[in-house]
């Protein structure tokens, strides 16, 4: 069945520093969406990506798909206080498979 | 309604009783997502409707656990003979379909004592 693994689990930076999470799958995938969840809320979408080497931008966050559409990534730069929280990958049509994501932590 | 619901935010159960969670999609989804959050821990997928079909139920943990989903809008989510471990935060979501962005509803806490 479809599977993606979401690396790394955890990161804790200094706010300030810049965060990559990366998620990569066995097989090619038709899109592929974002998610992030504050603590104590509930998961909110933040983009979706469907064109090969696709690259979008939402203000600090840049959000890339692979030339293979096997891997997907999302940087952001100059982390803040606010960046806090979970953010997970899912393939589009799979969201029977929305796994543990990566948990951001940001120090003041 | 302009979002997803959840009823109650919050329950607190004795062990052994039985509950029932709701939920309210946005009018028009067709797909329909329960998941369960322990603290600190990822989603776990619970079941899944997709319009008429025969819902995907692959993520119940037990036959305690059964769902349904009346007339393709509102869903319960009916735990029988509650356990300890069964507390948690249970999600919902709807799609307008499979492969489109998900709407959370802000969840049930579920305690069982």
């Known amino acids: 069945g479809q599977q993606v693994m979401q690396i790394p689990q955890y990161q804790h930076v200094q706010e300030g520093e810049d965060f990559t999470t990366y998620c990569n799958s066995s097989?090619?995938?038709?899109?592929i969406q974002w998610y992030k969840q504050r603590p104590g809320g509930h998961p909110v979408f933040l983009i979706q990506?469907?064109?090969?080497?696709e690259v979008k931008k939402q203000k600090r966050l840049t959000f890339q798909f692979g030339e293979a559409k096997k891997n997907s990534s999302l940087h952001i730069t100059a982390t803040q206080t606010t960046d806090v929280g979970t953010y997970f990958c899912i393939p589009g049509g799979f969201k029977t498979i929305f796994g543990a994501g990566t948990r951001l932590f940001v120090k003041a | 309604g302009a979002g997803v619901s959840q009823s109650p935010s919050n329950k607190v159960t004795e062990k052994g009783k039985d509950v029932e969670l709701r939920c309210d999609p946005i009018?028009?989804?067709?797909?329909l997502y329960w998941y369960r959050q322990s603290l600190g821990q990822g989603l776990e997928f619970l079941i899944y409707f997709q319009g008429n079909s025969a819902p995907d139920k692959s993520g119940l943990p037990s036959d305690r656990f059964s769902a349904e989903r009346t007339g393709g809008s509102v869903s319960t989510l009916t735990i029988q003979r509650t356990q300890q471990e069964d507390s948690a935060v249970y999600l919902c979501?709807?799609?307008?379909?499979?492969?489109?962005?998900?709407?959370f509803g802000q969840g049930t806490r579920l305690t069982v004592v």
């Open positions: 979501a709807s799609s307008f379909y499979a492969n489109t962005e998900a709407f």
């Open positions: 990506l469907v064109k090969s080497g």
């Open positions: 097989t090619t995938l038709s899109n």
């Open positions: 009018s028009g989804h067709t797909a």
